[in-house]
């Protein structure tokens, strides 16, 4: 009698399927395995071998999903996340007294890197380490415990929970409240720099400055002039040297208004959007409770910010 695992399909080659057929390419998969195509291709005959039946439709540059690949696909992303889980929980002891977070770099250094001396001083014996990055976490290569969102909070094959809400506001720097040019109301905006966030964290329902002065009935305004930056640090930092007026999203701009380096001068000029900050972990994660701690530290965090209004 045949040992089981003699059915086992290879798993360098499931490890090759699975990201050609996540990406639709054999060059992107080599790319992200650090391998070449050709050892791809390889490893696809290997698996189509053992299964019998084509895995891909080869049109010119592109590859299309045979109807026995895509009935295993979902199956076969599934035993990676419970391999992966499966080492995580094996390294438990190694990352004992750790908590990794991956947070946008706007977020974790204008709400969170502020806040994180009161989790250490609750916390004793547990280190938080921030992972700053523009792009989403994937938690099938990225070492991260749980992720720190801005969107809707609905993520296939993830868990979500809704950290706090999120509104812009026009914001500058005290000293442009004062002088000649001073601004005391909306119409006042005409003096000065307009300041644009033009990050990818943007959402749809945000406004930008031409919506903003619409909304608040301001003409003689030009909405569209002004610099433009890829991050809400960015346009935070800005502001704050008096460089502008920037309309920036509440929480980035938090530790500034606390703070004092920057002050809102409308006492009407929030503006609610649909978009959050949502904590995210993969679907079925073991939570030690170094990231239990972590988690209901910062969902006290958010709650006290938003009561207090920064």
């Not at 490893?43 to 084509?54: K, N, S, V, Y």
């Not at 994937?138 to 969107?151: P, S």
């Not at 868990?159 to 000649?180: F, H, I, N, Q, Y």
Request: with cysteine.
């Amino acid at each position: 009698m045949s040992d089981s695992s003699d059915r086992l399909p290879p798993l360098n080659a499931l490890r090759a399927f699975e990201a050609a057929a996540r990406r639709l390419s054999f060059t992107q998969a080599a790319e992200e395995l650090n391998v070449t195509p050709g050892a791809i291709s390889q490893q696809i005959r290997q698996l189509e071998d053992f299964a019998g039946t084509p895995l891909f439709k080869r049109t010119g540059r592109s590859v299309l999903l045979t109807d026995a690949a895509q009935a295993s696909l979902p199956l076969v992303r599934e035993a990676f996340e419970r391999i992966a889980e499966a080492g995580r929980v094996m390294q438990a002891p190694a990352r004992k007294g750790r908590v990794m977070i991956s947070s946008a770099p706007s977020f974790a250094a204008k709400w969170l890197a502020p806040r994180l001396e009161r989790f250490q001083q609750q916390n004793e014996g547990i280190e938080a380490w921030i992972s700053a990055d523009m792009s989403l976490t994937d938690f099938n290569t990225a070492d991260a415990d749980i992720a720190i969102r801005y969107g809707r909070g609905n993520y296939d094959g993830l868990k979500s929970e809704k950290l706090m809400d999120e509104t812009v506001l026009p914001v500058c720097a005290p000293r442009l409240l004062e002088g000649p040019n001073a601004i005391l109301k909306p119409e006042d905006l005409r003096h000065h720099t307009l300041l644009h966030d033009e990050s990818s964290e943007n959402d749809p329902s945000c406004p930008d400055w031409t919506s903003w002065l619409r909304a608040h009935g301001v003409t003689g305004v030009e909405g569209s002039r002004g610099p433009r930056f890829n991050q809400g640090i960015l346009v935070i930092e800005s502001a704050a040297a008096g460089r502008g007026v920037a309309l920036a999203k509440q929480a980035i701009a938090a530790a500034d208004l606390e703070a004092g380096r920057l002050v809102a001068p409308f006492a009407n000029g929030s503006i609610p959007i649909d978009f959050g900050y949502w904590l995210v972990w993969p679907k079925g994660r073991h939570l030690s409770p170094e990231v239990r701690a972590f988690i209901k530290w910062i969902k006290d965090e958010a709650a006290s910010s938003e009561v207090v209004g920064v």
